[in-house]
């Protein structure tokens, strides 16, 4: 019914950038939070960052001055641009979004995830 995909992932040196798009499609009559989470090897997911509809951002402290994410509403898409990339950052990059359906459901749905491989 919701389907969120995710690009962007890829191999980049330490202190190169990316940038993450994910993209929400189907019977979406709102989107409320959307956000970033990552899963390290070994490690629990944890939540990279969020931005709900009206614009208010929030960061985990390991990324902050480095990531930036936005969202575009009309096109139901959310970005994370990430400059100065560590080797910490290495993870599978999950988008995450809590959506209304049309048919006035309430969803958490999760992306498919996108693997961010950072070298030294």
């Known amino acids: 019914q919701v389907q969120l995909v995710e690009s962007g992932g890829g191999l980049v040196q330490a202190g190169g950038s990316l940038r993450l798009s994910c993209a929400a499609s189907?019977?979406?009559?709102?989107?409320?939070?959307m956000g970033w989470y990552r899963q390290a090897p070994g490690k629990q997911r944890e939540l990279v960052a969020d931005?709900?509809?009206?614009?208010?951002?929030s960061y985990a402290d390991s990324v902050k001055g480095r990531f930036t994410i936005s969202r575009d509403n009309v096109k139901n898409t959310v970005y994370l641009q990430m400059n100065s990339l560590k080797t910490e950052d290495t993870a599978v990059y999950y988008c995450?979004?809590?959506?209304?359906?049309?048919?006035?459901?309430?969803?958490?749905?999760w992306g498919q995830g996108t693997l961010v491989t950072v070298s030294s």
């Open positions: 995450n979004a809590d959506i209304t359906t049309r048919t006035y459901r309430y969803l958490e749905s």
């Open positions: 931005i709900n509809r009206y614009g208010s951002k």
């Open positions: 189907g019977s979406i009559f709102s989107i409320n939070d």
